[in-house]
């Protein structure tokens, strides 16, 4: 059965970082592009950053340059999202998809899908 589980998320301080993990099991990532979404209460799903096979990047949303790093390590068959300097306006359900082919910002070009892990940023 193929399946990603996102796992990392939690209550941090604005300021504070946290490393989302997304874990594919079932099949292997690396032909896959995978990208992070995240979803606030209320809002559409937005895309936030993908990482392509070869390693490259993109990240589909401004408020998060500098501030989010996405990479991957196919050994351990999982990409991670590294946040630092979280905002309050950070807070969202994050969620990884994946895809074969290139990145894409919109989440209906996305096969697989996680659970989602919750962020919160509040003091």
């Known amino acids: 059965q193929l399946q990603l589980v996102e796992s990392g998320g939690g209550l941090v301080q604005p300021g504070g970082s946290l490393r989302l993990s997304c874990a594919a099991s079932g099949f292997t990532l690396d032909y896959y592009a995978i990208g992070w979404f995240r979803q606030a209460p209320g809002k559409e799903r937005e895309g936030v950053s993908c990482?392509?096979?070869?390693?490259?990047?993109?990240n589909f949303a401004d408020s998060v340059k500098g501030r989010f790093t996405i990479s991957r390590d196919n050994a351990k068959n999982t990409v991670y999202l590294q946040m630092n300097s979280l905002k309050p306006e950070d807070t969202a359900v994050y969620y990884c998809?994946?895809?074969?082919?290139?990145?894409?910002?919109?989440?209906?070009?996305?096969?697989?899908w996680g659970q989602g892990t919750q962020v919160t940023v509040s003091s």
């Open positions: 998809a994946a895809r074969l082919g290139s990145c894409s910002g919109g989440h209906w070009a996305y096969n697989y």
């Open positions: 990482i392509r096979s070869s390693g490259g990047s993109t």
